[in-house]
């Protein structure tokens, strides 16, 4: 499969925070159609260094795919690449002991040859949208989220519940080691949008209006300002994103097989 992203945007701002804790993966001034790898993260701590946790986190776990992959990344792949950078956080905090206790949320999106491989850690979210709805959404790994699970609340008092900045997963170091959901999507088409953004973004947004925004006519530029223009000056958290666009699919094994029945009818 040869998968053909169109010009990816993104965004990362600071909200009404004193500084922004998010950090994304790769800037926007670096980014290009050939970009295989990306990474939207949200650190958390505070005083606890959490702008350090999310910047490290998209540093480490970069530096590991690239030096480390040689084919589509695995859930294992995955993994170790986690523990990587739990690794560096250790390091870091025992140099820096007034970090202790830093930590980050992770979403993650790497355009393979076999699909699209996507990991979250956390309640940072990565959306699938396709003629405005939505094929895949990751499920949080948040307090609130697992009460909605077990029936304790419903998911609109989810919404402004006073424990929803709780999470249960988070990069943090070896002495609390996570682990990430991955999922390969197979099903890509051109037109489809992929979008990994940090919990500020969906203060605003219920999934609803988030993929009636994702509509395939829709400019991927067009839908940047629009998220932007719904977040500035209302989003309390910091609020980051990435828009990813497909642009082209090809199956290349079925190419293959097609040219192989081409040529077999003159045999």
């Given amino acids: 499969m040869n998968i053909t992203i169109g010009k990816p945007y ?154 929803k900045n709780v999470i249960l997963r988070a990069i943090q170091g070896t002495a609390r080691r996570t682990a990430a959901d991955v999922v390969l999507i197979e099903d890509v088409r051109a037109g489809d949008y992929f979008f990994l953004c940090t919990d500020g973004v969906l203060e605003n947004f219920t999934d609803e209006a988030l993929a009636a925004i994702f509509k395939k006519q829709a400019a991927s530029e067009v839908i940047k300002d629009i998220l932007m223009e719904s977040c500035d000056g209302k989003t309390r958290d910091n609020y980051s994103f990435y828009i990813i666009p497909i642009q082209n699919v090809q199956d290349s094994t079925g190419y293959k097989q097609n040219l192989l029945s081409f040529l077999y009818s003159f045999v």
């Fill in 10 to 163: 993104a965004v990362s701002e600071k909200g009404q925070r004193l500084n922004n804790e998010d950090y994304i993966f790769p800037s926007p001034e670096a980014v290009g159609t050939d970009q295989k790898l990306f990474m939207v993260c949200d650190g958390v701590g505070g005083a606890e260094k959490g702008e350090i946790a999310s910047s490290m986190a998209c540093d480490y776990f970069s530096t590991y795919v690239y030096s480390m992959l040689k084919d589509d990344p695995t859930p294992a792949f995955i993994q170790k690449a986690v523990q990587y950078t739990e690794v560096h956080f250790d390091t870091y905090t025992s140099e820096h002991p007034e970090a202790t206790g830093m930590a980050t949320t992770m979403t993650m999106l790497y355009a393979g040859t076999n699909g699209i491989t996507l990991a979250h850690i956390g309640d940072s979210r990565i959306y699938h949208f396709r003629d405005g709805k939505i094929l895949y959404q990751s499920e949080d790994h948040s307090l609130v989220h697992s009460l909605v699970k077990l029936g304790k609340i419903t998911p609109e008092e989810a919404l402004n519940h006073p424990q």
